[in-house]
């Protein structure tokens, strides 16, 4: 029981700063600045939800997805990381003043549930660097046979669902702290989460890159 608590830990704090949903808040808000608080709940439950289910299937199956389309860790680095990018640089151009005025507006559509998978999901929450760090310690996971492989999954899947739900605390209840913080504030905030997202994924990309040199 000991090992097994030891390795949760271990898992939850290595994917921890690299998820980093609380990071991510901001981002979350922005993304869903024309939702009701109703709205926002039920996106912020769909990308737990989701992202649950990435991070376990990453662990159980990701490098042999990888294999089975010839595609490795590095091009998955390239590709995300240009994904964040432009989710970085888009955030970069918004209006400032058009936003502060729709952060706080009640959207009279359906809930925008088309949202929680992409970008919410992937690659905000779940990106290139979370699925690359769960592939790699799923494949140091025991071979099939035994015990050991069927307490490996149990703890895969505990770390994962302790993650999820702090993903869902962090996007649930970061909109009460923003109007603590003000329009004002937040619109700081955003601009840095824009600023930091775009470096992220140029470093991602970098990471990619300079892998796939090495390997030439």
């Not at 955030?91 to 998978?117: C, T, W, Y």
């Not at 739900?165 to 840095?192: D, E």
Request: aromatic share 8%.
């Amino acid at each position: 029981m000991l090992q097994m608590i030891k390795t949760i830990a271990f898992i939850v704090t290595t994917l921890f700063p690299i998820i980093n949903p609380m990071g991510g808040a901001p981002a979350f808000l922005h993304l869903t600045r024309d939702s009701s608080r109703k709205e926002r709940l039920a996106l912020a439950r769909r990308v737990a939800l989701y992202s649950l289910v990435m991070l376990i299937g990453t662990f159980l199956i990701g490098s042999s997805v990888l294999s089975l389309f010839g595609i490795t860790l590095p091009i998955v680095q390239v590709g995300g990381g240009l994904v964040v990018i432009s989710m970085g640089w888009a955030m970069l151009n918004q209006n400032g003043d058009e936003d502060s005025k729709e952060i706080g507006r009640v959207a009279d559509a359906a809930p925008p549930l088309h949202k929680a998978f992409y970008p919410l999901t992937m690659p905000m929450t779940v990106g290139p660097g979370t699925i690359a760090t769960a592939i790699t310690l799923g494949a140091n996971a025991p071979a099939p046979g035994g015990g050991r492989l069927a307490l490996a999954l149990l703890e895969a899947a505990v770390a994962s669902l302790l993650l999820s739900i702090y993903i869902f605390v962090s996007y649930a209840f970061f909109s009460r702290s923003s109007k603590l913080l003000g329009p004002n504030a937040m619109k700081v905030v955003t601009q840095l989460t824009a600023f930091l997202l775009t470096c992220i994924g140029l470093q991602i990309v970098w990471n990619g890159v300079s892998a796939l040199i090495h390997t030439l």
